[in-house]
Nanobody, 114 residues
Framework: QVQLVESGGGLVQAGGSLRLSCAAS????????MGWYRQVPGKQRELVAG???????TYEDYVKGRFTISRDSTKNTVYLQMNSLKPEDTAIYYC????????WGQGTQVTVSS
């Protein structure tokens, strides 16, 4: 059973920055893919960014150029650096990891005020 624990969410003004962390119970290189989704109540969960085992990163257009995903294998942690935050980035952010099956964290709230 893979355990993912997110942290780093909070309240920030528009234009500000936050860094989310996702600590995994296994070596991050053992996962085929890790990344972040977000969800606003009443809406579908949407992909934000992902990183594959070979280090390839992908971003959705609405965060490209503002968000950066990275990982630290020494800490078994994946990060999401979020800059130039906008009110529409407000959501619960979920970390995911794929290794034969999908695993999810509990989510961390990000609120961006205008």
């Amino acid at each position: 059973q893979v355990q993912l624990v997110e942290s780093g969410g909070g309240l920030v003004q528009a234009g500000g920055s936050l860094r989310l962390s996702c600590a995994a119970s296994g070596n991050v290189f053992s996962f085929g893919h890790m990344g972040w989704y977000r969800q606003v109540p009443g809406k579908q969960r949407e992909l934000v960014a992902g990183i594959s085992s070979d280090g390839t990163t992908t971003y959705e257009d609405y965060v490209k150029g503002r968000f950066t995903i990275s990982r630290d294998s020494t800490k078994n942690t994946v990060y999401l650096q979020m800059n130039s935050l906008k009110p529409e980035d407000t959501a619960i952010y979920y970390c995911y990891a794929v290794r034969l099956a999908w695993s999810w964290g509990q989510g961390t709230q990000v609120t961006v005020s205008s």
